[in-house]
């Protein structure tokens, strides 16, 4: 956890550094590959296939992971978002080979690439797009019990939780983890393309799903802070406030975000802040991740004014 300079209407600001973590500039999702992993090696799987676009911080973090213990990545990547990102070019270092095809293909896609591997002797293990799935979600109900620890050490109790979501397991584990524990605070996932209701609902099916399986009872979309109000023109748009944010958190307090997911999320916390008139309360931001992408947007960055 680090302190924030950040005081906007007399909030107290905390963020959790995941992007930290020490696999591959780290993220939300470095903590759900490594439960993939070993889901992977218990099944004795010897190759691993899994889906996303040409900013995907997921695809990097997996491909990174499957050159270092030396089995074969593929990668199914929708050819409408194909770009020359950073995280592009460190999927070619680690050696994935990728699959581009329309997106309304993905699906078959996917299924065909699973065959071909298994009738060449391969056994393939398949991850949802993001970490998608009761693993993914199991990643962050752990990351909510290291927020526990921290609180319990501190003295701090945090009133909010914000965060990025996306696929919805991110959000999905810390709203798990607060159910399990019984406890009391806002929750709140920054959407960076989903609308309502299919985002909400696709969060609210993973809480369900994980909690079903730890025989709880399920609850409604009305528990879910799913907030699409600044995902601007969807994924991978930014404007000038973003950015401005960004460098604003850079400069005060060295910490890098990017114009996809965290910096996007970061302003639009404080958009939410402003809009909901929220004071003096004790804020946790979760870094998910994505400094490579960070360095995508650095010359706009540099031109900001």
Known sequence: MQKLSENLNNNLFYIKRDDLLPISFGGNKARKAVLFFEDLMRENSDCVVTYGSSS????????????????????????????????????????????????????????????????????PYFIQGGGH????????????????????????????????????????????????????????????????????????????SYLLNKDKEPIGLEAIAFVDDYILDGYGSFNNQVLKTIKEVLINDGIPMDATYTGKAFWGMKEYIKKNHILDKKILFIHTGGTPLFFDNLEELTNER
Not at 75 to 88: A, D, H, L, M
Not at 138 to 154: F, K, M, T
Not at 175 to 204: F, M, T, W, Y
């Open 56 to 123: 995907s911080n997921h695809c990097r973090i997996i491909a990174n992971i499957a050159a270092a213990k030396e089995i074969p990545c593929h990668i199914i990547s929708p050819s409408e978002s194909s770009f020359g990102t950073s995280n592009k070019k460190l999927i070619e270092l680690f050696g994935a080979l990728v699959t581009q095809c329309p997106v309304a293909e993905v699906s078959t896609t996917i299924a065909r690439k699973m065959e071909e591997l298994r009738a060449t002797g391969y056994k």
């Open 133 to 208: 799935g009761d693993i993914g979600t199991e990643a962050y109900v752990n990351a909510y019990e290291e927020i526990l620890d921290y609180e319990g050490l501190s003295g701090l109790h945090f009133d909010y939780i914000f965060h990025t979501t996306g696929t919805g397991t991110t959000q999905a584990g810390l709203i798990c983890g607060k159910i399990l524990h019984g406890d009391e605070r806002d929750i709140v996932g920054i959407s960076n393309a989903r609308k309502h209701p299919n985002g909400g609902q696709v969060v609210l099916d993973s809480v369900n």
